[in-house]
């Protein structure tokens, strides 16, 4: 009982936390965006493969095609920005991944019953995959989603052609779209 309290107190406070860097750039918007905007000028593609990476390692609502597109915007080389911005993705995304899957797994496991779990784990092995292609492609939390396939075990082949290839896809859609919408405004 005191580890499945202990469990549950962990997943409170890892929510908690994940919440409050959401409401924190949620409200700061603005700043944050200027700081995107400032570091991509200042560092280019090494800038766009740093605020990739953490744009998907941490849960908030700027994603890593945000600098990809000022890079672009910026007329940096547009194959190199989405290799940079992919790559810089990726990485946030497995970590995630990794953290679900070694420290959360546990945890999930210890904080419902015995029951709730193997539901909860047929559930997740019976739609994750859709969920997956869903939170890669749509503005739904994505890692959250990492996590949970960590967290349930999904095989990485899977998170790979699950998560990671239709959020490249998402990547390569926003980018071209500023691309040519650039191009067409010029």
């Known amino acids: 009982m005191r580890k499945k309290l202990k469990s549950k107190i962990f997943i409170a406070v890892l929510f908690l936390i994940v919440i409050g860097i959401l409401l924190l750039v949620l409200f ?5 965006n200027e700081v995107v905007e400032d570091y991509v000028k200042k560092y280019g593609l090494i800038g766009i ?44 995304s497995l970590i995630n991944y990794f953290i679900g899957k070694k420290y959360l797994s546990f945890e999930v496991k210890q904080a419902l ?29 994505w890692v959250a989603f990492c996590w949970l396939a960590g967290s349930f075990k999904m ?12 959020r ?13 919408l650039y191009a067409f405004l010029v």
Do not use: C, H, M
């Not at 082949?157 to 239709?166: A, K, S």
């Open 28 to 32: 700061n918007l603005d700043y944050f």
């Open 113 to 141: 019953d015995s029951g709730d779990y193997k539901r909860w784990y047929k559930l997740f092995y019976k739609y994750g995959k859709l969920a997956l292609v869903l939170a890669a492609i749509s503005p739904i939390p």
């Open 155 to 166: 095989k990485i082949r899977q998170f790979v052609l699950y998560g990671l290839i239709p």
């Open 168 to 180: 490249a896809a998402r990547i390569l859609t926003v980018v071209l779209f500023v691309w040519y």
């Open 49 to 92: 493969l740093v605020l990739s990476f953490f744009a998907d390692l941490l849960e908030q609502p700027i994603g890593p095609e945000v600098s990809a597109s000022l890079g672009v915007l910026f007329g940096l080389n547009i194959v190199l920005v989405l290799v940079f911005s992919i790559v810089g993705s990726y990485g946030g």
